[in-house]
């Protein structure tokens, strides 16, 4: 099923924030920001978008970030900074959740 015009905005501005790939350490942070800010639907097609476009091993990490974070493991304050300030750097709207509407998003 093709992704909402919004969640492929997000998948976009994932990629131009890490263009090599997200490493296996963001995940948990990542996953966390998202979870903050979009439903449950949309971060598990986001990471299903993610994992139908990596190798296995990067599949296997969302799923074990998604699962992390859905079992309320808080990731640490500096690895949601980092995460967050390398996503601001792609132009990532979610970086400041305060104004976040997806009505707004291109």
Not at 20 to 26: I, L, T
Not at 50 to 79: F, M
């Amino acid at each position: 099923m093709p992704l909402a015009p919004f969640l492929n905005s997000i998948i976009g501005w994932l990629r131009a924030g890490y263009p090599d790939g997200v490493p296996d350490v963001d995940y948990v942070p990542l996953f966390a920001l998202l979870g903050s800010q979009l439903t449950n639907e949309e971060v598990n097609a986001i990471a299903e978008e993610l994992g139908t476009s990596s190798n296995p091993e990067s599949a296997e990490a969302i799923k074990r970030a998604i699962a992390a974070v859905t079992d309320h493991h808080e990731p640490k304050d500096s690895d949601v900074a980092r995460v967050r300030a390398r996503l601001a750097a792609g132009g990532w709207p979610l970086a400041t959740p305060e104004h976040f509407n997806p009505a707004n998003w291109p």
